[in-house]
């Protein structure tokens, strides 16, 4: 067995392709000493680095370091060298070398993009190293020619020129107070003509605007003699008016007695790559589509903004998700929903464009402005308000015109102690607060809404090993029968004794398991163990000749489940039980939303005896006369019709109801169970309106199955 993390065989066909190509455009910038087939196997080598690193988990770009140092070492150095190495990469190589299918063309071509950046980083170090050491060699051959000037004057003099005249780089020399004594023709080429206008200037003229403090700093440093050399990039005005970035090395020269005499410095053109270097920059933190800073550059500013500010610093963001934008690309094509996505960020990028403000794209439909010192804690909130009405009026998409909603989610506050993963969670939070309250608005973050919905992720998560790990539980609530009290059955309710927020009840996990499917399994367990319970009551004899009804929940989704009758009967079978001593209860929602495909599991197994159950009757709003289509023959009448009858005397209104729902009940022969009695008051009432059964806190609260016999 191969291990999962190792990169799949690389294709050696590609790989020959792609050294071909590269070293047909490298190699005649190059001046190397190889064969062009020796150079091409040593470009061989190297492709297969990058395409190992191009598809290694995880991702890694230093093998491109590597490359551009080899690259270096192999003398392509001529300054067309490093644009026609770049150039190959980028054309070819997810062409011939990466599994895109694999990576996705998004992060195959950001790694491509990093490739690219790593070669340049390690093609420049070693570039500057060689120019180091090339340094060194004339800042040696430039002392010992003065200090044996006056033996050799015409040797030293002559081999000096040699080098300073042939050499690559820009060199120039100066005094030690600043004056430009002589450079060379790569020099000249570099600033522009003519060279005699700047020998009579000084080096410290030579400034930009853009140039860093302690470039002025260490310039006067080596004057002084306190510094030997100092290496810097820094710009430079061209005689032309164009802008020269160079690589500039600047080394003290000493006398014989050690004092400073002359400055040497060398330079080297590095425009073509800083501008290179920008671009692959650029991709790599903008968004390709709307050409807005995506989620990298995002967390980049986010970080910085938490990092560098006060205690008194704040940072405000908008976290927006377009409503129903699915629909779009499903309905209209990828192509429209592109087109709505940059016509959106145009919108949002207006709204957006104050001093301190950055908008960004961070995936799919998702955007985010960030806000740095907001002037006022509403400051934040009115972006929002602005986004959203900047998105109110129709975007017009090549003859269409498209309506845009949104959700945003906003947070406010100090940065201090607070991360940019926490900050972006909670705005993420509630922006889903402001979808779930029906979306085109916007929500204010709250911690309390932050930590339920932290809370309900972590519930969801745990719910899988929950079931594997015997977390669940079932209480029994008794079912009494109202004409004599006697015990008639027990409603099975499952808790979940979680390990750090103790037992919860199923309002708090039923809806997320719904949610997660893992209803259908937590419900087959509940089945099996209520079924299970009720056999042993069975066998110690309670509830006389009649063995007890056991009552369990049935949800929405077990409802659909397509193996609802397989399971109940196998249950049954499995334990020994009638069906009639099972109960499933469905709530009223449910079932009058059943068509009749729906309902046939339902039917199937009433017809085999099992008891069906419509629950929280009165709560779905369904229209009374299609209790008639439904395979139930028991009613359980909600809470909330019988609550004015626990005071004295009762509510009239609510006695009318509940009697004519009893009435129609009987008229359509189902059973009425109530839910919810708590007082002998409202008990004697129902008794008296003919309800045929009850469960409550008046009876008896939900315990273990051992205590159902002492409940009643």
Request: glycine share 6%.
């Amino acid at each position: 067995m191969t291990d999962s993390r190792t990169p799949p065989t690389l294709p050696p066909d590609g790989l020959r392709r792609f050294a071909t190509i590269w070293c047909r455009a490298v190699y005649p910038a190059t001046t190397t000493s190889m064969t062009k087939r020796e150079f091409e196997g040593l470009l061989t080598a190297l492709a297969e680095r990058l395409a190992r690193a191009l598809r290694a988990q995880p991702f890694d770009p230093s093998p491109g370091v590597f490359v551009g140092e080899a690259l270096v070492a192999a003398h392509c150095t001529a300054p067309e060298a490093l644009p026609r190495v770049l150039g190959v990469v980028d054309a070819y190589l997810l062409l011939y070398c990466a599994d895109t299918a694999a990576l996705g063309q998004e992060e195959a071509r950001s790694r491509c993009a990093r490739l690219q950046h790593a070669i340049s980083a390690g093609f420049a170090r070693a570039l500057q190293e060689r120019t180091r050491s090339e340094q060194e060699s004339l800042s040696v051959a430039a002392l010992t020619a003065q200090t044996e000037i006056a033996n050799a004057l015409h040797e030293s003099e002559t081999r000096f020129r040699a080098v300073f005249r042939d050499a690559a780089l820009g060199i120039g020399i100066a005094d030690i107070h600043g004056t430009i004594i002589d450079t060379n023709d790569s020099f000249a080429r570099m600033m522009g003509p003519p060279a005699t206008s700047r020998q009579s200037r000084n080096v410290l003229d030579w400034t930009h605007p853009e140039d860093a403090p302690e470039v002025s700093r260490m310039q006067r440093e080596l004057m002084r003699g306190e510094r030997e050399h100092y290496q810097v990039e820094k710009p430079y005005n061209r005689s032309d008016g164009t802008v020269l970035w160079a690589n500039l090395t600047v080394s003290l020269l000493r006398d014989a007695e050690g004092d400073p005499r002359y400055m040497l410095a060398m330079m080297e053109d590095v425009s073509e790559r800083r501008l290179l270097n920008l671009r692959l920059r650029y991709q790599a933190t903008h968004d390709a589509l709307t050409d807005l800073p995506n989620r990298s550059m995002f967390f980049e500013k986010l970080e910085q903004a938490l990092a560098a500010g006060s205690p008194q610093s704040r940072v405000g963001l908008c976290y927006l998700d377009l409503d129903g934008f699915k629909a779009v690309n499903d309905s209209l094509g990828h192509a429209v929903g592109d087109q709505l996505l940059i016509a959106v960020a145009e919108r949002l990028q207006e709204c957006a464009a104050e001093p301190g403000q950055m908008l960004a794209r961070i995936g799919g439909d998702e955007f985010v402005a960030l806000v740095v010192d907001p002037p006022t804690p509403d400051a934040v909130a009115e972006l929002a308000r602005r986004a959203l009405a900047a998105l109110a009026t129709p975007v017009t998409v090549g003859d269409r015109e498209l309506m845009v909603r949104a959700s945003i989610g906003v947070v406010e506050g100090p940065t201090r102690n607070l991360t940019s993963a926490e900050v972006l969670r909670s705005a993420d939070i509630t922006m889903y607060r402001a979808k779930a309250e029906g979306g085109n608005r916007y929500a204010l973050a709250d911690p309390d809404s932050d930590a339920r919905a932290i809370s309900r992720h972590h519930l969801t998560h745990h719910l899988p090993a929950a079931l594997k790990g015997c977390e669940f539980f079932i209480e029994y609530q008794p079912l009494v029968k109202m004409e004599d009290g006697s015990l008639e059955g027990a409603e099975a309710l499952v808790r979940w004794s979680h390990p750090r927020h103790g037992v919860l009840g199923p309002d708090r996990f039923i809806p997320l398991a719904e949610h997660t499917g893992l209803i259908v399994p937590l419900g087959r367990w509940v089945l099996q163990e209520a079924v299970r319970q009720a056999c042993k009551w069975q066998v110690r004899g309670i509830g006389g000749p009649r063995p007890l009804r056991v009552n369990v929940n049935l949800s929405p989704r077990q409802l659909h489940h397509p193996e609802l009758v397989e399971d109940t009967v196998a249950v049954l079978e499995e334990a020994g039980l009638p069906p009639s001593a099972l109960c499933l209860e469905v709530t009223e929602t449910a079932m009058i939303r059943a068509d009749e495909h729906e309902l046939k599991p339902l039917r199937q197994l009433a017809e085999l005896g099992v008891g069906i159950a419509l629950d929280d009757f009165g709560t779905g709003y369904s229209n009374l006369a299609n209790l008639r289509r439904l395979p139930a023959n028991t009613l359980k009448l909600d809470r909330s019709f019988t609550q004015g009858l626990q005071r004295t005397p009762a509510d009239p209104v609510d006695l009318k109801i509940v009697e004519g729902i009893v009435s129609l009940a009987h008229a359509l022969r189902l059973s009425v169970t109530v839910e919810g009695v708590e007082t002998s008051t409202q008990a004697e009432q129902l008794r008296d309106l003919g309800c045929d059964s009850a469960q409550g806190w008046y009876y008896a609260r939900p315990g273990p199955p051992e205590r159902l016999p002492e409940a009643v």
